[in-house]
Nanobody, 125 residues
Framework: QVQLVESGGGLVQAGGSLRLSCAAS????????MGWFRQAPGKEREFVAT????????YYADSVKGRFTISRDNSKNTVYLQMSSLKPEDTGVYYC??????????????????WGQGTQVTVSS
């Protein structure tokens, strides 16, 4: 069983930056694909970014491409989401997720087996 704990959320002005962290325990981190999703009030959970087991492959939603960077440190069992040039529409609860299925795309919530509790990100205009 993998446990995920997010941190780093908060309130920031538009144009600012935040770095989210997600610490994993209870599993073999280097064998997990990791992803970040977000959910705004009244909306469905949406894909933000994903990173492969070794970190060599990343993919981003079009809405965050060029502004967000996902990375991982397998020695620390942690995945990060560096968010820059934040916009009010980036507001939401950000969730870290993990899955171990070989060959998955990591683009949809249903592919993930484990989820964190979420961290709130609020971007003011």
């Amino acid at each position: 069983q993998v446990q995920l704990v997010e941190s780093g959320g908060g309130l920031v002005q538009a144009g600012g930056s935040l770095r989210l962290s997600c610490a994993a325990s209870g599993g073999t981190f280097r064998r997990l694909r990791m992803g970040w999703f977000r959910q705004a009030p009244g909306k469905e959970r949406e894909f933000v970014a994903t990173i492969s087991w070794g970190g060599g492959s990343t993919y981003y939603a079009d809405s965050v491409k060029g502004r967000f960077t996902i990375s991982r440190d397998n020695s620390k069992n942690t995945v990060y989401l560096q968010m820059s040039s934040l916009k009010p529409e980036d507001t939401g609860v950000y969730y870290c997720a993990a899955e171990s299925t070989y060959g998955s795309t990591g683009l949809t919530p249903g592919e993930y087996d484990y989820w964190g509790q979420g961290t709130q990100v609020t971007v003011s205009s």
